[in-house]
Every structure is written in C-alpha cells, then in structure tokens.
C-alpha cells in the first residue's frame, strides 16, 4: 500500500509501448472498482478485469488469433491470482516467449502470504522489491499492512476486501450498515503492538487524556 506498485506498472507500460511493443494489462480488484489500472498519484490505464476462472493464456492466444501482437504481459494485484494462473503466466513466458510483468502485495492485514504471491515467488525468474520507501507514522519502514475496522486494527475477517487508505464500506453492504473498512501501512513493531499512531493505544494498552 503507497508502495508505487501501480504506478510503476503503468510505467513500465508506458517504456515498453515507446519501443514499438504492444501489450496485455489485467487487473482484478483495482481500488477504482473498474476494469483499469490506477494509481494514487493520478494515472490510470484501461485493463482486462480478470476472475479466478480466467485463464490468461487464453486471453493472450484471442489477441493473436484477431491479429493484434501481445509482446509482453502486465498483471496489477498480482497477489490475487490463483497458482494455477501464475502458472500459465510461466507457460507464456517460457513456451511463447512472452514478457511478464507481475505487481502485487507480499502479505495480507495477517502478515502471511497471499497464495498467488507465495506461488510467484517460487517461480518467477525475478523478485525485486518497489524502490518506493514508504514510511509507517513512526518514521520507519512500513512494511506491513494494517486493516482498520472503524478506527480499531483487526487481525481477523476475510482475506481479501478491497479497500484504499481512505474509508469505505465492507463490500456487499448498505451506505451507512456496515463498519468502514481502510488499511494503513505499519513497521512490524506497531503492526504486532496493533498501534496506528501515536497516541492509538495498542492491545493491552491504557491510553490516558
């Protein structure tokens, strides 16, 4: 989260259409909530909204079978493929010698990892951490994400719900029914101490005025 993830898929497309290459994007989950991907700082590119079901090597082979070129691929939210698919993002790679660009989270609101960027770090040729510091309130390197839940951190719920670093409600429900939802990125000491800010009381922790 605030990491520049997408940011620099976009850019990373953008380099690769300068050169005459013609490319894939998908995404599932984007924050926007449409078939695109976006980044905090403003830009957004038109993207393929893929589900679990989708086989992605499908998608590639459709291009090509109406005429259009696919040299290389990009998936945002990575951390949301299945193993499956981030196996067929291995097949294009090495049996049709298609470029793949994968950009995504390590660890959920848990700090375990998402299955599809457990199954990514076990067969991409190449892992290399977003250049862009991001800091927790405390100054320090944010390296885990936080879910709050009406201003308290929860360590508990369904592994994925899409939300951005400002309040929204849990999918599924009613304007106003349902407790807001936003994440917050945290060192790994207040994201174990459960700690959002400087005067946040963490569990076990008296808070005095």
């Given at each position: 989260m605030d990491c520049g993830k997408s940011t620099l898929a976009l850019q990373v497309d953008h380099n690769q259409s300068r050169q005459g290459r013609h490319g894939l994007l998908v995404t599932q989950g984007d924050r926007s909530a449409a078939p695109?991907?976006?980044?905090?700082?403003?830009l957004c590119r038109a993207a393929i909204e893929i589900e679990a079901e989708t086989d992605l090597r499908l998608?590639?082979?459709?291009?090509?079978a109406a005429g259009d070129r696919v040299d290389y691929l990009i998936a945002d939210e990575a951390q949301f493929l299945?193993?499956?698919?981030?196996?067929?993002?291995?097949?294009?790679?090495?049996?049709?010698?298609?470029?793949?660009y994968a950009f995504g989270l390590t660890t959920?609101?848990?700090?375990?990892?998402?299955?599809?960027?457990?199954?990514?770090?076990?067969?991409?040729?190449?892992?290399?951490?977003?250049?862009?510091e991001v800091l927790c309130w405390c100054g320090l390197p944010g390296l885990l994400n936080a879910r709050v839940?009406?201003?308290v951190m929860v360590r508990a719920g369904e592994t994925v719900?899409?939300?951005?670093t400002a309040p929204a409600q849990l999918p599924g429900a009613e304007p106003?029914?349902?407790p807001a939802v936003r994440y917050q990125v945290l060192c790994r000491r207040h994201h174990v101490r459960g700690q959002l800010?400087?005067?946040?009381a963490g569990p076990g922790q008296l808070a005095l005025p």
């Open positions: 695109q991907i976006s980044s905090r700082v403003g998608l590639v082979r459709d291009r090509w299945t193993d499956r698919q981030v196996d067929q993002l291995a097949e294009l790679v090495d049996e049709f010698h298609v470029d793949v959920d609101f848990r700090t375990q990892l998402f299955p599809g960027t457990r199954r990514l770090l076990e067969v991409a040729d190449d892992v290399q951490r977003v250049q862009v839940v009406d201003g719900v899409v939300a951005d106003g029914s349902s800010g400087p005067t946040a």
